[in-house]
């Protein structure tokens, strides 16, 4: 098999596991999203640790402590990630995946516009019509609310934020994940230790599946992430963009038909305009791309001189 096919194979692996969490965070109930976030950090770190481990990786902490500024950088990150995480999981337990689900939908035009206001980048025509057109859903979509989907733009800021720190930081997916929820483990750790003092904590209390299944949180954290790093490291950025759709499309494909979540017509309509936005944004960039590669293999003429 070669690199390409390889490369989506595991990105279809991580978007699947991605478009199907919802099922897995119903499961972990009566858990409350905070108990169920601190248990995925914790958890996440036990098993990232141990894969580091078992790949006689574990050195790259000591080069990782000489650099403060790249530190600062971590924990601006997990503090983005473990809104991110909470968000999504109080929204799914509060019968709200269809609006987490617009929430990843959105999410590529929110990189678009952190693009324009953090780094100074100059977007095409195309581009400006997609976060017009996107702009407008958002409207229809705070109508039909009766409030703005305050859900929805959370996560997809704070995915945006936390993509857009980890290009800057430039770590492998193992490594970053396993520093950032080393940062928020000593919280998680605290807050799951009040909840036993308290008798509030669901962990052992309710079945040894339930148990087993927030155990389990890490590697249903690490495993697409990893996948994913998999993909992005074979697959040319045309090729991603067009599998990052798969999971909110599977997310709202949950809420709709697993979980019977309203659809009224202006939510429908609403959703429409964001997908016009995102194939206008998606058209754009395969063009673009195209044009790029078309440019670098178009060979430069060379002037005869005496």
Known sequence: MNAVRLGYLYGFGAYLLWGFFPIYLKLLRPAGPVEILAHRIVWSVVFVALLLAAMRNIGFLRALARRPRTLAAIVVA??????NWGTYIYGVNSDRVVETALGYFINPLVVVLLGVFVLRERLRPAQWAALGVGAAAVVVLAVDYGRLPYL??????????????????????????????????????????????????????VSLGHTLLLVLAGAATAIPLLLFAGAANRLPLSGLGMLQYLAPILQLGCGVLIFHEPMPPARLAGFALVWVALIVFTVDAVRHTRRARAAARTPIPVTATR
């Open 152 to 205: 929805a733009l959370t996560l997809a800021f704070s995915f945006a934020g936390y993509g857009l720190v980890k290009k800057r930081l430039g770590l492998p997916a193992a490594e970053g994940l396993f520093v950032e929820s080393a940062v928020l483990a000593l919280p998680a750790l605290a807050y799951l230790g009040w909840l036993a003092r308290s008798g509030e904590s669901t962990f052992g209390h």
């Open 78 to 83: 997990a503090a983005l990630i473990a809104v």
